[in-house]
């Protein structure tokens, strides 16, 4: 098993521009939580699917869209890129939502310049 | 309204030392308790986690202590080694909610 996976590693965009954050899975897992790193502060919840077909917003959602294609597959994306989305991103999973222990992806370091 | 406060930010421990990280929380209704581990250019991992019917689980070096009625948990790092040197994250969940994490805490285990 790959666990979770992140595409890209990382990305370096200009403001305004647009991208898309891929995140797949492969433990079955219901539940897909999209988080954002910055320095000092830990892990912010942007958005999550507690199943396939639901998305709900997080702590910091503004700014970001986010996808559930299928039970695998939770996409993050950013629209109309800015610097203060400069960040790490990493991708979660759990077997339900929120209880049980939550499996990270690598992440994504994304620059807006 | 941080649910979860986590301290210290950061902490230099000599090897073979103890290292404790301190947790507390305010929704009462929590029930589930993970630390995890985080190396450098890694994603988190879970470490070890705690529900509040016991108050303390320890796996090998690693040992939480649950505090109920203060709302207080912390991690406890015995015969700490250089290869413990990683950031820290409690978090907190409760039934079908999601999980609210501390600001972590930077271990750094001095040979």
């Known amino acids: 098993n790959a666990g979770v996976t992140q595409t890209p590693k990382f990305q370096v965009l200009k403001t305004g521009q647009s991208m898309t954050l891929q995140c797949a899975q492969d433990?079955?897992?219901?539940?897909m939580y999209w988080y954002r790193q910055d320095p000092g502060m830990g892990l912010r919840l942007i958005y999550y699917s507690a199943s396939e077909g639901t998305t709900d917003k997080g702590e910091v959602p503004n700014g970001y869209n986010v996808s559930r294609l299928n039970k695998r597959e939770f996409s993050l994306r950013l629209e109309s890129a800015a610097p203060s989305q400069t960040s790490v991103y990493f991708c979660?999973?759990?077997?339900?939502?929120?209880?049980?222990?939550?499996?990270f992806g690598p992440g994504t370091r994304l620059l807006v310049l | 309204q941080q649910q979860v406060k986590q301290s210290p930010q950061s902490l230099i421990v000599q090897k073979g030392g103890i290292s404790i990280i301190n947790c507390a929380y305010e929704?009462?209704?929590?029930?589930?308790f993970p630390w995890y581990q985080q190396f450098p250019g890694k994603g988190p991992a879970l470490l070890i986690a705690i529900r509040p019917d016991v108050s303390e689980k320890k796996e090998g070096r690693f040992t939480i202590s649950f505090n109920k009625s203060a709302k207080q948990f912390s991690l406890h790092i015995m015969d700490s080694q250089p290869g413990d040197s990683a950031t820290y994250f409690c978090a907190a969940s409760k039934g079908a909610g999601k999980s609210t994490f501390g600001d972590g805490t930077t271990l750094t285990v001095k040979p």
């Open positions: 433990m079955n897992h219901n539940s």
């Open positions: 929704n009462t209704a929590f029930d589930y």
């Open positions: 979660a999973s759990s077997e339900s939502n929120g209880k049980e222990t939550q499996y």
